[in-house]
């Protein structure tokens, strides 16, 4: 079994920065895809990057200009540094671990909310 606790989430101004963190424990292979994924009220929860053990990266085309996601496998850890944010990214996100760069795996972080004023 796999925990995920993200943190960093919080109220920002458009324009602002956040960098969002989500540490993993328990039975962790490190081959494995880590990713963010975000869900606003009413919508559908949506890939928001992933990344690869060795470094490569997909991202949602509303975010790969703006956001970097970045992982370090030997503290089990992964980041998203979201720069210039916009009041759409308002949602919760949450860390995932175990899927493909298609579809998600079968652990899930709490979710942290993240919030752009406008």
């Known amino acids: 079994q796999v925990q995920l606790v993200e943190s960093g989430g919080g109220l920002v101004q458009p324009g602002g920065s956040l960098r969002l963190s989500c540490a993993a424990s328990?039975?962790?292979?490190?081959?494995?895809?880590m990713a963010w994924y975000r869900q606003a009220p009413g919508k559908q929860r949506e890939l928001v990057a992933a990344v690869r053990s060795g470094g490569t990266t997909k991202y949602a085309d509303s975010v790969k200009d703006r956001f970097t996601i970045s992982r370090d496998n030997a503290k089990n850890t992964v980041y998203l540094q979201m720069n210039s944010l916009k009041p759409e990214d308002t949602a919760v996100y949450y860390c995932n671990y175990g899927g493909s760069f298609y579809v998600p795996g079968g652990s899930w972080g709490q979710g942290t909310q993240v919030t752009v004023s406008s």
């Open positions: 328990g039975s962790i292979f490190s081959i494995n895809v």
